[in-house]
């Protein structure tokens, strides 16, 4: 089992759509989150963290549950710029991270 | 502006070269790591240093050295280019992870081999 997972997707929505992923853990002890986000032949960039009272930046909102080991993104509202890979990160400690493979998302007008 | 730089973006390669993939940071970062990323199997991490000098295998170390010899730079090195190497590399820096420091990426370089 990969200690990070993601649904690779694609996930195709139409625009204003909600759309919502998963990525579920198997290190109990991870200490931090990450949600980054990387575009076509582009590097991965920071989207947002993910805090255990749940965040929300806009129209994105990340969750984090530990009894379950798995944190969250909701995209309200897509929009066609909203197309990308989404990637969770995993941190153990001050130089261990995991990332999961990615969820490709697809805004369509 | 925070900036990782990787000063080869494209290059073309004959099985058997000896291939240098160059990083240097900015940000007095402790943390190094050289991933590379292909489709469907997302990012693999090769190496990491955590200090000068200091350097840990990653999780597919197999055909790739690094050097650290000073802070801001981190050297990714394929003694012996194979076809299977051909990928996107991507070198990324950060301070204390545990502390929820932001990781940042370099724009990749994007090797073939032939």
């Known amino acids: 089992r990969k200690e990070v997972e993601q649904d690779p997707g694609p996930f195709n929505v139409p625009e204003g759509a909600t759309v919502a992923f998963n990525c579920t853990y198997s290190n109990s002890a991870s200490q931090s989150f990450f949600w980054y986000r990387q575009d076509c032949r582009k590097e991965p960039k920071l989207l947002m963290s993910?805090?255990?009272s749940g965040n929300e930046d806009g129209r994105f909102t990340a969750q984090l549950n530990r009894a379950s080991q798995y944190i969250s993104l909701l995209i309200r509202d897509s929009k066609l710029s909203d197309s990308a890979t989404y990637l969770c990160?995993?941190?153990?400690?001050?130089?261990?991270?995991?990332f999961g493979a990615g969820t490709r998302l697809t805004v369509k007008p | 502006d925070v900036k990782v730089t990787q000063s080869s973006r494209y290059l073309v390669k004959r099985t058997g070269e000896k291939v240098f993939l160059e990083c240097v940071q900015d940000?007095?970062?402790?943390?190094m790591f050289w991933y590379r990323q292909d489709p469907g199997l997302g990012l693999r991490l090769i190496y990491f240093s955590y200090d000068v000098k200091m350097k840990e295998k990653g999780d597919i170390p197999e055909g790739y050295s690094v050097s650290r010899e000073k802070k801001e730079r981190f050297s990714l090195i394929l003694e012996s280019a194979s076809t299977n190497q051909t990928s996107m590399y991507l070198c990324?820096?950060?301070?204390?992870?545990?502390?929820?420091?932001?990781?940042?990426f370099g724009e990749g370089s994007w090797l073939t081999v032939v």
């Open positions: 990160v995993v941190i153990y400690n001050n130089n261990d991270m995991r």
């Open positions: 940000m007095d970062h402790e943390n």
């Open positions: 993910v805090y255990s």
């Open positions: 990324a820096s950060s301070g204390a992870l545990a502390s929820g420091n932001t990781i940042y």
